[in-house]
């Protein structure tokens, strides 16, 4: 694995970004947003109703903005590319599946921390809510779960993107958002009918949100809910990969790799 | 013996139940040009994606330097460019930053340097600062020219290139490639519907049609295959004693004037019919003799007239 390579698909992404209205748009500005509009939802629900749902909403927002950013940031990422018709010059030159990937991981990372950091700053400042009240170690491993699950996300959507198109394209910016209600990302696990409960518990994500509601009243790390999360994580990642290798492999050989663009 | 860059034996590529490819075989030697040639769906483009990894066969070995393409792709990529008039940059990026990421997957030392001496030599130094998508296609095409030699390659493969270059950049274009071949014994594989383009440059020319070779020969040796030769006579005399003389030799003909006459005929017999009809009493006053070039053996090929 060649780190100039990775380096070289990282300064193509920041290149982009800084050149995209609508990066800008879709990631910033929808975060910024939000947490506006769920910072003001939050302060009307905690004078009118328990507190403690109000942060929950809040809260469950800040974090679900991880994997959305982090999912966002992979699949459109690939998109900008085939949009331009230059995926493919790219895989001409000896970058690898594995670096591209792992440049595309880092670009996320990178993008999540730096919208994390000011959605948390608007949060304490306006809202008078502070993220770090849940624990720093809580909030790290919070925050790299939902990385992780947001790569995986990302790398399953861009295997389909890779093996169908630009015609699910649109799967980039919506398909991400069925795990908001799943991962009862906003409100208790026991919400949700009973039956999908279970099926939430399947995502990491779910265990990362239950462990954070309860560490706003007791920042005690709940390695369970970590363990578990992190190992979920670890098969869904290795999935993902796996995915995303066989995806590319049909494109290649269906010669729908070659022919795509935007 | 020449050392082969290139070797592509026994492609087989199949869509579904169409066949694409059909076993084609052939090889790039160093500092060769090869021409690969053919009417729209012969299987070009699809040889050309084999042979850069984007699409896969189905049987047959791609070898590049001796080495196995599918077991060495990165070394292998890392020799090798590629450049279409149908593959484009990023188009959201400046032209220095989209050469600058290419500088860097190819792992090439100082690529500032290496950058402003390339869009020197193309008279492009004024485009890096504009995005990609802003560009005329000809300064597209340029553009990508300069990706496809950032890592000094030893084979370029070159997918209609000129084809939205204006007649000069055209032209500079493939001097430079005639000087790359000449001081770097740089090889090329080189598609494009310009036949003059392709007798100019190709060392050797490779016809596919339906996805099997049909011809692979030097340009000259293509143009000797095909024996038949248009005559187009001028004379004074009658026109009925040249008419009766050429249908008694079973000739195809046409008259353009009832001085000027068009026939279609073979190579060898040219002289033979200017003799006779000068012995009918028909004054020859003058001759034009009409060669094969590239583009009737390409029309034979995309009209199924080709026998080689």
Not at chain 1, 179 to 198: K, V
Not at chain 2, 58 to 76: I, P
């Given at each position: 694995?060649?780190?100039?390579?990775?380096?070289?698909?990282?300064?193509?992404?920041?290149?982009?970004?800084?050149?995209?209205?609508?990066?800008?748009?879709?990631?910033?500005?929808f975060s910024i947003m939000s947490v506006f509009v769920f910072g003001l939802v939050s302060s009307f629900l905690s004078k009118t109703m328990v507190a403690q749902s109000a942060y929950y909403l809040f809260l469950g927002m800040i974090l679900w903005e991880v994997v959305r950013v982090?999912?966002?940031?992979?699949?459109?990422?690939?998109?900008?590319?085939?949009?331009?018709?230059?995926?493919?010059?790219?895989?001409?030159t000896p970058l690898t599946l594995q670096e591209y990937l792992v440049a595309q991981m880092i670009s996320g990372f990178v993008k999540a921390f730096v919208i994390f950091i000011i959605i948390s700053v608007i949060a304490a400042a306006v809202f008078n809510f502070n993220v770090l009240?849940?624990?720093?170690?809580?909030?790290?491993?919070?925050?790299?779960?939902?990385?992780?699950?947001?790569?995986?996300?990302?790398?399953?959507?861009?295997?389909?993107?890779?093996?169908?198109?630009?015609?699910?394209?649109?799967?980039?910016?919506?398909?991400?958002?069925?795990?908001?209600?799943?991962?009862?990302?906003?409100?208790?696990?026991?919400?949700?009918?009973?039956?999908?409960?279970?099926?939430?518990?399947?995502?990491?994500?779910?265990?990362?949100?239950?462990?954070?509601?309860?560490?706003?009243?007791?920042?005690?790390?709940?390695?369970?809910?970590?363990?578990?999360?992190?190992?979920?994580?670890?098969?869904?990642?290795?999935?993902?990969?796996?995915?995303?290798?066989?995806?590319?492999?049909?494109?290649?050989?269906?010669?729908?790799?070659?022919?795509?663009?935007? | 013996?020449?050392?082969?860059?290139?070797?592509?034996?026994?492609?087989?590529?199949?869509?579904?139940?169409?066949?694409?490819?059909?076993?084609?075989?052939?090889?790039?030697?160093?500092?060769?040009?090869?021409?690969?040639?053919?009417?729209?769906?012969?299987?070009?483009?699809?040889?050309?994606?084999?042979?850069?990894?984007v699409t896969l066969q189905d049987g047959g070995t791609v070898k590049y330097f001796g080495k196995d393409f599918a077991k060495h792709r990165e070394s292998c990529l890392q020799r090798i460019n590629f450049t279409s008039s149908f593959n484009t940059l990023q188009g959201r990026i400046?032209?220095?930053?989209?050469?600058?990421?290419?500088?860097?997957?190819?792992?090439?030392?100082?690529?500032?340097?290496?950058?402003?001496?390339?869009?020197?030599?193309?008279?492009?130094?004024?485009?890096?600062?504009?995005?990609?998508?802003?560009?005329?296609?000809?300064?597209?095409?340029?553009?990508?020219?300069?990706?496809?030699?950032?890592?000094?390659?030893?084979?370029?493969?070159?997918?209609?290139?000129?084809?939205?270059?204006?007649?000069?950049?055209?032209?500079?274009?493939?001097?430079?490639?005639?000087?790359?071949?000449?001081?770097?014994?740089?090889?090329?594989?080189?598609?494009?519907?310009?036949?003059?383009?392709?007798?100019?440059?190709?060392?050797?020319?490779?016809?596919?049609?339906?996805?099997?070779?049909?011809?692979?020969?030097?340009?000259?040796?293509?143009?000797?295959?095909?024996?038949?030769?248009?005559?187009?006579?001028?004379?004074?005399?009658?026109?009925?004693?040249?008419?009766?003389?050429?249908?008694?030799?079973?000739?195809?003909?046409?008259?353009?004037?009832?001085?000027?006459?068009?026939?279609?005929?073979?190579?060898?017999?040219?002289?033979?019919?200017?003799?006779?009809?000068?012995?009918?009493?028909?004054?020859?006053?003058?001759?034009?003799?009409?060669?094969?070039?590239?583009?009737?053996?390409?029309?034979?090929?995309?009209?199924?007239?080709?026998?080689?």
């Amino acid at each position: 694995m060649s780190v100039k390579r990775i380096q070289a698909v990282i300064l193509q992404e920041l290149f982009i970004t800084k050149r995209s209205l609508e990066v800008i748009m879709d990631l910033f500005f929808f975060s910024i947003m939000s947490v506006f509009v769920f910072g003001l939802v939050s302060s009307f629900l905690s004078k009118t109703m328990v507190a403690q749902s109000a942060y929950y909403l809040f809260l469950g927002m800040i974090l679900w903005e991880v994997v959305r950013v982090t999912q966002y940031s992979i699949s459109v990422g690939a998109l900008w590319n085939v949009w331009s018709r230059n995926l493919s010059n790219m895989f001409i030159t000896p970058l690898t599946l594995q670096e591209y990937l792992v440049a595309q991981m880092i670009s996320g990372f990178v993008k999540a921390f730096v919208i994390f950091i000011i959605i948390s700053v608007i949060a304490a400042a306006v809202f008078n809510f502070n993220v770090l009240s849940i624990g720093i170690l809580n909030l790290a491993l919070h925050f790299l779960n939902l990385t992780v699950f947001g790569w995986s996300i990302g790398i399953i959507i861009l295997g389909f993107i890779f093996r169908f198109g630009t015609r699910i394209q649109a799967l980039a910016w919506g398909l991400v958002f069925i795990f908001q209600p799943l991962t009862a990302a906003f409100f208790p696990l026991d919400i949700l009918p009973s039956a999908l409960q279970q099926f939430a518990s399947l995502f990491p994500a779910t265990h990362v949100f239950e462990a954070a509601r309860a560490n706003l009243t007791n920042p005690a790390v709940r390695w369970g809910e970590a363990g578990i999360a992190l190992l979920e994580n670890a098969a869904y990642l290795i999935f993902s990969l796996w995915f995303f290798g066989m995806m590319f492999r049909k494109s290649r050989e269906s010669g729908q790799f070659a022919k795509m663009e935007g | 013996m020449e050392e082969l860059i290139l070797q592509a034996d026994h492609l087989v590529k199949n869509f579904g139940s169409f066949r694409v490819l059909d076993g084609i075989s052939f090889s790039v030697p160093k500092g060769k040009i090869i021409g690969l040639l053919g009417p729209n769906g012969a299987g070009k483009t699809t040889t050309i994606n084999i042979l850069v990894g984007v699409t896969l066969q189905d049987g047959g070995t791609v070898k590049y330097f001796g080495k196995d393409f599918a077991k060495h792709r990165e070394s292998c990529l890392q020799r090798i460019n590629f450049t279409s008039s149908f593959n484009t940059l990023q188009g959201r990026i400046s032209v220095a930053e989209n050469l600058l990421v290419f500088a860097r997957l190819y792992g090439v030392r100082n690529p500032q340097k290496k950058i402003l001496e390339l869009v020197r030599h193309f008279e492009i130094e004024d485009l890096l600062p504009h995005r990609f998508w802003d560009l005329s296609s000809g300064q597209k095409t340029r553009v990508n020219l300069v990706k496809s030699l950032i890592n000094d390659p030893e084979i370029i493969l070159m997918d209609e290139p000129t084809a939205s270059l204006d007649p000069d950049i055209a032209d500079k274009t493939l001097s430079l490639i005639e000087q790359l071949k000449k001081k770097r014994g740089l090889s090329l594989l080189y598609t494009s519907h310009n036949m003059q383009e392709i007798t100019r440059i190709c060392d050797e020319v490779i016809f596919l049609d339906a996805g099997k070779i049909v011809a692979h020969d030097t340009p000259l040796g293509l143009t000797k295959q095909v024996r038949v030769a248009q005559l187009q006579l001028a004379f004074e005399g009658s026109r009925e004693t040249v008419e009766r003389y050429l249908l008694s030799e079973n000739q195809k003909f046409s008259f353009l004037h009832d001085y000027l006459v068009l026939i279609d005929t073979e190579e060898k017999l040219v002289p033979k019919i200017i003799s006779q009809i000068s012995e009918q009493g028909v004054e020859v006053t003058d001759i034009d003799i009409k060669k094969p070039t590239l583009e009737d053996i390409f029309l034979q090929i995309a009209r199924g007239n080709y026998v080689s």
